[in-house]
């Protein structure tokens, strides 16, 4: 991949909790369109990795360039790369206040300055794709955990953004709603989304990755493509982690 | 006794929780429910009817025959502060010491319902805040006025601050065009001058008020529309101000301010809120502030992590997050049982005995009370105008549940 391809590049980045060094001089570049699954145990830091690129966490060292634009503290260019950055999160996250299309349309009205007419519009649209449109005018609580999830996604995607963060969508979802999200997810991947997705969900890896990175203990430790990463992980962490997670 | 209870628990409760099938009418948990109600609408009217007449009874032992004949009668004694109804010692009658009494009670509510408020929203947001000391600082605040007596409190203010440390109105303390002494707080007031031209002028006022209401829907509307926002209120706030400045002076001042002004012993012009007011005003504000600033914290709290991270991660700046997500769930959590400290409060009015305020429980159901004799009357009166206060109250906080179950569900 040529430097000029990569969407999000990531050199030498350090974070701190307090004392706790939770990511050790991580080194990442992502192309355009390209999909990557975080995998790794618990306490590993995909999470803060993540939360980095748009800056819900703020790292110490090292620089984090998201389409161009460095992350520093200066407000307009964060909201910047927030708008471009979706993220769904393992909790949804939705506003319990608001419908589900006022969810969507939040951010497209306040922040992109669309008209109510032209965002709800697109929202409506969007809500087609993840097949909810059904449900437009319900609160997220009245919806089930997989329903919820979808709306979160359209939500992001409202934005219309360029890279899709995912925060271990599927980990509060019951069995038979992983599936409905997991589909949701991998048409976007066909469409031509660049997408980091946090999960466990080693199918899902396998079907839509162009890279699988391992961590642990905040270093990335292996990263490969998902057939050289399950027949032949290299390092004996990997090896182990994999042994846990297919065994069950 | 025990056993009867529990036979009678168990005889009518029991079908409820194990749904057995009703074989004659006594079975029906319908019919029995309808017995029992009637039951007990029974024994409570005939506890009421049993008190009033052997009070009626007690009364006229004593020569006091229960009529409201003595309405009309002139009051004996004098009520010094009445800002709304003229009192004429020797004119006034007891049902119009009444009015007096009720609406001194209704003016430290609303003085107090509404400094409370914007103070405990103060509190509570310090409470909120990441600052340690202001943190702390609103911690202590709480702990401390929330957990005392009240009725310790407004004495502890009255007699212990204001009357111990106040200067005569000779060394007033000044806040702009207010003077607090030992006596009281002094205030300006508004002196109609032309009764016509000043309805004119707030008519004219109230015509803006409502013009900037439909511009603010017209606004919205443009904004669904075409996406493109205007500052609303910054606008219809200015064009109130300058319509209503400029046609006080083109209606030839149709009002004047009258300024409380340093005679030689005391004050002249302006208005005064006696130090009894100013004191259980003070206290009642104070008190339940706290209450309200621990409403705002938990309102605040309520709000999860994981909301602002989601706010945040769709591009809302601080200020459109605070507006569009914060604000309106924190406010659910505390708009009800702020509204209960506001009945709160006008309830606990009725402590200014300690400090001799003249509201309705003191020249109502304690003066009249005694001169006249009528308990009956004067304490079913009194009680039923706090009825209403309640009432009142939970009618607005029905409305808002309402409104909240339509849009949130
Ligand atoms: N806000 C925080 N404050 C302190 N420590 C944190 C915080 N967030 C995460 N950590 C720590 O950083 C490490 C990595 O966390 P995280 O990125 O959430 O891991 P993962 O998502 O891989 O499970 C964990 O040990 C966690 O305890
Ligand atoms: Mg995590």
Redesign the pocket.
């Known amino acids: 991949m040529t430097k000029s391809d990569s969407i999000i590049k990531i050199s030498k980045l350090n974070k701190w909790?307090?004392k706790?060094h939770?990511l050790k001089d991580i080194d990442l570049s992502v192309g355009r369109t390209e999909k990557i699954v975080i995998c790794?145990?618990?306490?590993?830091?995909?999470?803060?990795?993540i939360r980095c690129i748009n800056r819900l966490e703020v790292h110490q060292e090292g620089s984090i360039q998201v389409d161009g634009i460095e992350l520093t503290d200066d407000i307009k260019q964060i909201t910047e790369i927030r708008s471009d950055v979706g993220m769904v999160f393992q909790h949804f996250n939705l506003f319990p206040h608001l419908t589900v299309l006022e969810n969507c349309s939040l951010a497209p009205i306040w922040v992109r300055k669309k008209s109510k007419v032209e965002a709800e519009e697109m929202a409506m649209q969007l809500l087609e794709k993840v097949r909810i449109p059904d449900q437009a005018d319900k609160y997220p609580g009245q919806l089930s955990g997989g329903q919820q999830q979808r709306v979160a996604i359209a939500r992001a995607l409202c934005m219309q953004p360029r890279i899709m963060l995912f925060?271990e969508p599927t980990s509060a979802l019951d069995p038979e709603m992983i599936k409905e999200v997991l589909e949701t997810m991998i048409e976007l991947a066909d469409s031509g989304m660049t997408m980091i997705v946090?999960t466990h969900e080693m199918g899902f890896a396998n079907r839509v990755a162009d890279r699988i990175i391992f961590?642990d203990e905040?270093q990335i430790v292996e990263q490969n493509d998902p057939e050289s990463f399950f027949k032949n992980p290299e390092s004996d962490r990997t090896k182990l982690f994999l042994s846990q997670i297919l065994d069950h | 006794m025990v056993k009867g209870i529990i036979a009678f628990g168990q005889y009518f409760l029991l079908d409820k929780i194990v749904g057995r099938s009703p074989s004659n009418i006594y079975q029906n948990p319908k019919f029995r429910s309808a017995i029992i109600q009637a039951i007990l609408v029974f024994i409570v009217f005939y506890t009421f009817y049993s008190l009033y007449q052997t009070t009626v009874f007690n009364l006229e032992e004593r020569g006091i025959k229960t009529s409201t004949s003595f309405f009309d009668q002139v009051a004996p004694f004098k009520v010094g502060f009445s800002p709304f109804l003229n009192f004429e010692l020797g004119e006034t009658t007891y049902i119009e010491v009444f009015y007096i009494g009720v609406l001194n009670t209704l003016l430290v509510a609303v003085l107090g319902i509404i400094a409370a408020t914007l103070l405990g929203f103060f509190i509570g947001i310090l409470r909120s805040s990441n600052n340690w000391l202001a943190q702390k600082f609103a911690l202590i605040y709480v702990e401390i006025f929330r957990n005392m007596p009240l009725l310790l409190q407004i004495m502890f203010w009255n007699f212990a601050i204001f009357l111990a440390f106040l200067p005569p109105p000779k060394q007033s303390l000044e806040f702009g065009a207010f003077y607090l002494n030992g006596r009281g707080l002094q205030t300006p007031v508004p002196i109609v001058e032309n009764n016509f031209l000043f309805k004119v002028w707030l008519g004219i006022l109230i015509f803006s008020i409502i013009a900037s209401f439909i511009f603010r829907n017209w606004a919205k509307k443009r904004r669904d529309q075409t996406g493109k926002s205007l500052p609303v209120l910054g606008i219809s706030l200015s064009v109130i101000i300058i319509i209503g400045i400029s046609s006080f002076y083109i209606l030839g001042k149709p009002f004047a301010v009258d300024l409380p002004v340093l005679g030689k012993f005391n004050f002249k012009g302006g208005g005064q809120l006696p130090l009894p007011l100013f004191s259980l005003w003070f206290a009642l504000t104070v008190y339940t502030s706290a209450f309200i600033a621990e409403n705002v914290r938990a309102g605040i709290a309520s709000v999860s992590k994981g909301q602002i991270e989601a706010a945040r991660s769709i591009g809302l700046t601080r200020p459109q997050m605070v507006k569009l997500i914060i604000i309106p769930q924190a406010l659910r959590v505390i708009i009800p049982p702020t509204i209960s400290q506001y009945l709160n409060l006008t309830k606990n009015s009725s402590l200014a005995m300690a400090v001799g305020y003249e509201e309705v429980v003191a020249v109502w159901a304690n003066i009249s009370l005694n001169q006249t004799g009528q308990a009956l009357i004067i304490i079913a009166m009194t009680i039923i105008f706090f009825e209403i206060c309640s009432l009142f109250t939970s009618f607005i906080l029905n409305i808002y549940n309402r409104r909240i179950q339509i849009t949130e569900r």
């Open positions: 909790y307090g706790f939770a790794g145990p618990s306490g590993s830091g995909k999470s803060t990795l925060d946090v961590m905040g």
